[in-house]
């Protein structure tokens, strides 16, 4: 087995849900332990040092992003919050708490390893190395600036770059648009997301080969982007 | 018989409505003397304790601290609320303390003095000027109260008492509060024996009124006083007697007497008012009392017509109707309304005009017998009065422009100039004609002081200059006289006529002003609709109009008075007393500035009077307290607070009547959702039950690709019904108001991006083209909602058309925003159900195989609309349909 076994701590108070996550889980190889309570998740995140934390935001005894904020206290452990659809600030305030990323339910399997995967890899490489990047056709290599699609270089402007730099060191994770905005731009200009927009849709148009329908640079609607490879 | 018998629903309305208010409050028994030292606080105090020995809850709230022996004996034994200390210029005073009373609610609460006034200006401040308004707030919160007064200080009665003893009585009490007393006991002394009771001196006095003792206390005065006492509460056994009866059988009401009072701003007005009010009591009669603006009057100072206004509010607060007419002649006016209003007597003044000036001018009251032959016409005589009010002059009140009277001589000046010019060519008939135009013009220009100066100046100079014998004043030939005479009174006709039609006009406009105020807000209350925009629309026209700050205060859910502009962050911005506020509220009385209830407030509280019940309260603080107080100020300002009332209880009723629908609206959406849940929800769970418990059950031999399937199906009718219930869920949040709206910038093909890759699946069988031109605008818009609109149309269009069909999403920017379109070459709409398609629960044709309950088009118009947008669907000219929406792009109010 080439990975190390990750252990993934899932907080679900419903029995069935937290068996079958569990099941899924120790199936493509984790290592699981559960929670039922907030108070519990708490607890074993100290004691068992997981690799990865899986919260429900509904949980009996306290609120998901009260037990996001505890854990991120004392760990940078990646937290992945399962949420139910349509309650975009829910999910924003779980992500400003302190999530890495977000599942909805009801979801599928093969969404949900995708999004562990993805937040185990970022936890994996937090050296800030930057990556070259393969959209398809076009490679790029960010550190070097450089980009090259199937017909020879593409010109990306230094802001293009760093749109793209801040998405890519979270890659398959989604980066809220606040992020981005602050991280691009800086912070005077958080409010802009007109600007945002804009070259988000230049990129898509230099990098997906259909514009129309992106397939590596998706919008989730309401909280931001992510960078899917 | 039975026609007879049969009773005005209105009437009986107000009977049993005041049957309910009277059986929630308090009863007041009044125990009435004609003088002090009759034996009234000794009485009560004695009836006190035998109630007491009964064992009924009396508590004594307040009595004179006379030290009389025998009353201190009286009150051992009783309960006593501790009086209130109230300091005044060093002094400290027990006065009666209103809100132990209010806490400790016994059953019933003897408080002596009813027409005491309470000390404004100590501290702690009293809540209400009189004493009779802290006992009717007993009486609304339930407690019975007992109380004493004298004769004299019945309001309609204090001019007499004061005409027979010489002593005007400053506290008095209304008439009402004696005539809705539930009982009133005489408490009836022989004069002789109340001298004997003084002089052996059991009888307690004020010092202060130590001097008038003497005067008053004269065995005449008390003989009539007694009278006085004994008929007034004969009247009122008879207007008991009178009443009883009338609940069987009421009298039809043209068979009553109806008086019109006629007054005039004069002091003889206030005598007339009170006088006209115990002559409607006496005959049972409908009284008003009119006050006719007549050119004559409106020369007079603002004094006289703020007396006008205050003495029609006493009418008011007799019981009289009150009415203002305008007319060239008083008593042509009255006759005219006396025959529209069925009036049966006339009571007037009598003149005034003494002497000479009698023959010139007929009174209104000659004038009223000599016209108004239908009607009784009773003249009443006048009076002096005992101590009359200081009587603003009428020339005082307008400052003397001394530049006209230089003016008037200067024309004069002008006048002999050109006279002197025309002399040696022309006869002295023709210069006196230059002289009378000059006075003419003065007469026009300047007003009557200085035309009559004119007049006088040009008959001197005419006379000096150019009448034989020239350059002397006299005057040879008698006729000139004449000349003179003429000039003069031709100036003071012409000035008079000019100084009437001034007046009026400046009346006029200042009624045309306070109308047209009055008019701006109505106009803009009428087409306001929501609670705080009335309130915003009423605050600014009343700080405009009254030159004050203004609040309107409403009750919240839980009956909290609140600022409905909500509460001013800046400190220096008007802050509503709250607690005045809710005593306004709770009483339905004005209070604060200007008012008898805390007139030290800053500000004065009015309440917004509906129909039913007090809907708030308007809290208005002058910058200039004096002018608020103006009587017709005041009568504006309550016209406004009526008008505030009226839009408020109209939004009310309109926010309950669109509650009410809403509400049935609900119902209805929600049986409909019970009925097409068991539907739509079972069948998929049907699936899931089925292909669940056949992978589950060992007896079963599946191959692997039976299990892949069988697991397949319960993935998609899972997805099918959390479909569906984010329908449901999404649909009611917005039905319930709960969705607020997140907007930001977008642009469309991100839009439509998301909801192509959401959509995704159900899209596989048909041919989906997006053609957006590439400078399209962005829109302001709420992203997961505005794709969830896009999902829900191409999943529709998918639904609804046959396999292979060409999809086409187009957007293109027009005036009002972007306008989206998704088309389809499919079979197009059912004809006349396109406007259909959009409600609840509503399919296509194609009823029965295909999922989802129809909520997906009532979702996207929902959603649509919340952004001020429409969804549209038709049939394309070219074949198939179009469903079509615009978004906006216009960003945020900056």
Not at chain 2, 127 to 134: S, T, V
Request: glycine share 8%; net charge neutral; charged share 25%.
């Amino acid at each position: 087995m080439t990975r190390a076994m990750f252990m993934i701590l899932v907080v679900e108070d419903d029995e069935v849900l937290g068996g079958v996550l569990a099941t899924l889980l120790e199936a493509s190889g984790y290592r699981c332990e559960r929670a039922a309570t907030g108070e519990r998740a708490i607890i074993e995140a100290r004691s068992h040092r997981p690799d990865l934390v899986l919260v429900d935001l509904g949980l009996p005894d306290r609120d998901g992003t009260q037990v996001i904020r505890a854990i991120r206290a004392f760990s940078p452990v990646p937290i992945v919050v399962l949420s139910a659809r349509t309650l975009e600030a829910e999910k924003i305030r779980a992500l400003d708490a302190g999530a890495d990323d977000y599942v909805m339910k009801p979801f599928s399997s093969p969404e949900l390893l995708a999004r562990v995967r993805a937040a185990l890899r970022r936890n994996v490489r937090s050296d800030g190395a930057l990556p070259v990047l393969q959209l398809g056709t076009v490679s790029i290599d960010l550190a070097k600036r450089t980009a090259t699609g199937a017909d020879g270089p593409l010109h990306l402007t230094p802001l293009e770059y760093r749109v793209l730099e801040c998405l890519a060191r979270n890659v398959g994770m989604i980066v809220t648009q606040k992020d981005l905005i602050t991280q691009a731009w800086g912070p005077e200009r958080a409010a802009d997301s007109r600007g945002l927009r804009s070259y988000i849709k230049m990129l898509r148009q230099k990098l997906e080969p259909d514009p129309g329908r992106p397939r590596y640079l998706v919008t989730e609607a309401g909280v931001g982007y992510r960078l899917c490879v | 018989m039975a026609d007879t018998e049969r009773r005005d629903p209105d009437e009986l309305l107000a009977a049993v409505k005041r049957e309910a208010v009277l059986a929630r409050r308090g009863r007041l028994k009044i125990f009435f003397g004609a003088s002090a030292g009759v034996g009234k606080t000794y009485s009560m105090l004695e009836a006190a304790r035998a109630a007491r020995a009964d064992g009924v809850d009396v508590v004594v709230g307040y009595v004179e601290p006379h030290g009389r022996a025998a009353t201190e004996g009286l009150l051992e034994g009783l309960e006593r609320l501790p009086n209130l200390q109230v300091r005044y210029r060093g002094i400290s005073r027990p006065e009666f303390d209103l809100d132990a009373a209010l806490q400790r609610r016994p059953s019933v609460l003897v408080v002596d003095e009813l027409a005491h006034s309470n000390i404004l200006d100590g501290e702690p401040r009293p809540r209400h000027a009189k004493r009779w308004q802290d006992i009717e707030e007993l009486l609304e919160a339930g407690i019975s109260v007992w109380s004493t007064v004298n004769v004299q200080h019945l309001e309609s009665l204090n001019d007499l008492v004061a005409g027979i003893t010489g002593v005007r009585q400053q506290e008095t009490i209304p008439d009402r509060i004696f005539d809705e007393a539930d009982e009133v006991e005489l408490i009836d002394l022989p004069p002789d024996e109340l001298l004997q009771r003084l002089h052996s001196g059991r009888v307690y006095m004020p010092e202060q009124v130590a001097t008038a003792v003497e005067k008053f206390f004269r065995k005449p005065n008390l003989i009539a006083l007694r009278e006085l006492a004994l008929r007034r509460t004969a009247d009122r056994v008879d207007a008991a007697a009178r009443a009883y009866p009338a609940d069987r059988t009421s009298r039809p009401s043209l068979a009553r007497d109806r008086f019109l009072i006629a007054v005039a701003p004069d002091e003889q007005a206030e005598r007339l008012v009170r006088l006209g009010k115990r002559f409607a009591a006496a005959l049972d009669a409908e009284w008003m009392v009119v006050s006719v603006e007549t050119p004559r009057m409106l020369r007079l100072g603002d004094a006289a017509r703020n007396r006008r206004i205050e003495i029609l509010r006493l009418a008011e607060s007799l019981g009289a109707q009150t009415v203002t007419l305008d007319g060239p002649s008083a008593a042509m006016t009255l006759i005219e309304y006396a025959r529209t209003r069925g009036v049966t007597r006339i009571v007037v003044g009598a003149p005034r005009r003494q002497g000479w000036w009698r023959l010139l001018r007929r009174s209104t009251s000659m004038e009223l017998v000599r016209r108004g032959a239908e009607y009784d016409v009773s003249v009443i005589a006048r009076q002096e009065p005992i101590a009359s009010p200081p009587r603003q002059d009428r020339v005082k009140s307008r400052e003397i422009r001394w530049s006209r009277y230089w003016a008037a001589l200067a024309i004069s000046g002008v006048c002999t100039a050109v006279a002197a010019l025309m002399f040696p060519h022309f006869e002295l008939t023709n210069i006196v004609m230059v002289y009378l135009l000059g006075a003419t013009v003065a007469a026009l220009r300047l007003g009557r002081g200085p035309a009559s100066i004119s007049a006088i100046a040009n008959v001197a100079a005419f006379d000096f200059f150019f009448v034989n014998p020239r350059f002397t004043m006299a005057v040879s030939d008698a006729q000139y006289l004449v000349t003179f005479a003429v000039m003069l009174m031709v100036a003071l006709t012409i000035a008079t006529l000019v100084a009437n039609v001034r007046a009026q006009t400046r009346v006029a406009g200042a009624r045309e002003r306070r109308t047209a105020l009055l008019y701006a807000m109505s106009r803009e209350l009428a087409a306001t609709r929501t609670l705080e925009r009335l309130a915003q629309v009423a605050v600014r026209h009343v700080a405009e109009s009254f030159s004050s700050d203004a609040a309107v205060l409403l009750p919240d859910a839980g009956g909290q008075l609140h600022d409905a502009l909500g509460m001013p962050t800046d400190a220096a911005a008007f802050q509503p007393d709250l607690s005045v506020a809710r005593w306004v509220h709770d009483h339905g009385r004005p209070a604060g500035l200007g008012t008898d209830t805390l007139p030290a407030a800053p500000a004065q509280y009015l309440p917004l009077a509906g129909t039913d019940r007090t809907l708030g309260v308007l809290a208005v603080r002058p910058i200039q307290r004096r002018r608020i107080l103006l009587p017709e100020q005041q009568h504006l300002l309550e016209t406004f607070a009526g008008q505030v009332a009226l839009a408020i209880e109209r939004a009310r009723l309109a926010d309950e009547a669109e509650r009410a629908r809403v509400a049935a609206e609900t119902e209805n959406l929600r049986n409909t959702l019970l009925g097409s849940i068991s539907h739509d929800l079972r069948t998929p769970l049907a699936v899931i039950a089925g292909a669940s418990s056949a992978l589950s059950d060992p007896a079963i031999e599946l191959d692997a690709a039976t299990r892949a399937r069988l697991a397949g199906s319960i993935e998609v009718k899972a997805r099918e019904m959390s479909e569906l219930i984010s329908n449901v869920l999404d649909l009611m949040r917005f039905e319930t108001g709960e969705v607020r709206l997140r907007r930001d910038w977008e642009t469309i093909d991100d839009l439509v991006g998301m909801a192509l890759g959401r959509v995704g699946e159900a899209l596989r069988s048909h041919h989906v083209a997006v053609n957006l031109p590439p400078d399209l605008p962005a829109v302001y818009v709420d992203a997961p909602l505005i794709t969830q609109v896009l999902c829900n149309l191409l999943e529709n269009g998918a639904k609804h058309t046959p396999a292979g069909t060409h999809l086409t999403v187009t957007a293109e920017p027009g005036p009002e925003g972007v306008r989206v379109c998704i088309d389809d070459d499919g079979p197009g709409l059912p004809a006349g159900d396109a406007a259909r398609l959009f409600d609840k629960f509503q399919r296509g044709q194609d009823e029965g195989n295909t999922g989802g309950a129809g909520l997906g088009l009532a979702i996207c118009r929902a959603i649509v609309r919340a952004h001020g947008g429409d969804v549209t669907a038709e049939n394309r000219p070219a074949g198939g349909a179009r469903f079509a929406f615009t978004l906006d792009t216009t960003g945020p109010p900056s």
